[in-house]
């Protein structure tokens, strides 16, 4: 069965310091994978997704994720964190076709991210 | 136009009324979803509509209840609900090529409290 983890539940960053959120997927094919970002009672932002080609895939606000099948593993960074990017971070994998149409998302659990001044 | 937007924002309801959500796109997708979000949790995965036709029902309690008027509107109807459906509901919509993925496209949320 699919499925995502993200080890880390809460991350504290120094506002200016580098971040890097784990995320692990579990799916027999190559899989499609995203980055979510939620700020407190909103929706989710996509950040970045990935589908194939360059593991090394750019988003917004100056993220970028790096997908390793090796290691199963589609981390989110970001080189100089700004307070604004505290939230919570879901990274999901898409599960293939559902029902004959629209592929499911699975998400994982969640990293929610601090940021000091 | 890149927005799905939700109405209300927040709703109080008490276990007997009914009320509705309502989730709009104007973005031509043709998949719509309505995901329940509990405090700290991921979103859960409620309804799929592909092309208007309800493709995935996730063993949904039938107090909820679904609706696809267009390729455009999705409502989630809700009747006799118990305190702990209370949540962040999250309506979000994508492509769908009936064999793809695609990034979904999440709406603001509306914040339902049950009384």
């Known amino acids: 069965a699919q499925s995502v983890t993200q080890p880390d539940i809460h991350i504290t960053v120094s506002e200016g310091a580098s971040l890097e959120l784990r995320c692990n997927y579990s799916?027999?094919?190559?899989?499609?994978l995203f980055w979510y970002v939620q700020s407190p009672g909103q929706g989710l932002q996509l950040l970045l997704k990935y589908f194939s080609g360059d593991t090394l895939v750019q988003g917004i606000k100056g993220f970028e994720a790096e997908f390793k099948r090796s290691q199963s593993s589609f981390n989110l960074r970001k080189p100089s964190v700004h307070w604004s990017d505290a939230a919570e971070y879901f990274c999901a994998v898409g599960a293939g076709n559902y029902g004959g149409s629209q592929g499911n998302l699975i998400f994982g659990k969640g990293t929610k991210l601090s940021v000091k001044p | 136009d890149t927005e799905v937007t939700q109405t209300p924002k927040h709703l109080v309801m008490g276990m007997t009324n009914k009320k509705s959500l309502k989730c709009e796109q104007h973005?031509?997708?043709?998949?719509m979803y309505w995901y329940k979000q509990k405090a700290k949790k991921p979103p859960e995965l409620m309804f799929v509509?592909?092309?208007?036709?309800?493709?995935i029902n996730e063993s949904v309690p039938s107090r909820f209840s679904p609706e696809c008027p267009n390729s455009s509107l999705l409502n989630l109807h809700l009747h006799a609900l118990q305190p702990e459906d209370s949540a962040l509901y999250l309506c979000?919509?994508?492509?769908?090529?009936?064999?793809?993925?695609?990034?979904?496209?999440f709406g603001p949320g509306t914040r339902l409290t049950v009384l």
């Open positions: 509509y592909s092309y208007e036709k309800l493709s």
């Open positions: 979000a919509s994508s492509q769908d090529s009936r064999g793809g993925i695609h990034e979904q496209f």
């Open positions: 799916y027999g094919a190559t899989p499609y």
């Open positions: 973005m031509g997708h043709r998949a």
